[in-house]
């Protein structure tokens, strides 16, 4: 076990975890934030992605030992209200189904938006490659993703 100080949604942290705990489980069994999904565990399906200094990364394979003071950002840190354009978006589109991947989907939709606010669709694609949905709500995601970007 080691004492880390996380900064988490802008506030600093501190949990006693072995060093190899993935944020993953920090986040969700330490701090209670559960919006951050367990998917698959490999870096493979995007369920648990969170903003590590502005880029949308994995939280299931990042150990807690490696993020240093870095900003960390969770899907309830990315707005006070839930009113973050891409949120408002998702919204308008309807996008969830089952809304299990969502929150994934959102912070990478959201890293995309902040470093290209106007992507193409083929820049879309790319970015949200790598967030699976078991619903298939891939065509409006793309949607939404095109209307924040307009707002
Ligand atoms: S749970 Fe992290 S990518 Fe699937
Ligand atoms: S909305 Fe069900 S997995 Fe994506």
Redesign the pocket.
Same mark, same amino acid.
């Not at 367990?38 to 870096?43: D, L, Q, V």
């Not at 994995?58 to 394979?61: E, Q, V």
């Given at each position: 076990m080691a004492t880390f100080k996380l900064n988490i949604n802008g506030k600093e942290q501190e949990v006693d975890v072995d060093p190899s705990t993935p944020v993953?489980w920090v986040l969700r069994d330490h701090l209670n934030l559960v919006g951050t999904?367990? +998917? $698959? %565990?490999? *870096?493979? $399906? +995007? *369920?648990?992605?969170i903003h590590l200094n502005g880029t949308a990364t994995? *939280?299931?394979?990042l150990t807690v030992s490696s993020v240093g003071n870095s900003e960390i950002t969770t899907i309830e840190g990315l707005s006070e209200e839930g009113d973050h354009p891409v949120q408002k978006a998702w919204l308008e589109v309807d996008v969830p189904q089952c809304g299990y991947c969502q929150a %994934?989907q959102i912070m990478t939709a959201s890293a995309l938006l902040e470093k290209n606010p106007n992507p193409s669709d083929e820049e879309i694609e790319m970015a949200m490659n790598g967030n699976i949905c078991r619903c298939g709500t891939y065509t409006r995601i793309k949607k939404a993703v095109k209307l924040a970007a307009k707002s």
């Open positions: 993953l999904k367990y +998917g $698959c %565990g490999i *870096a493979q $399906c +995007g *369920a648990c992605t994995r *939280a299931c394979m %994934g």
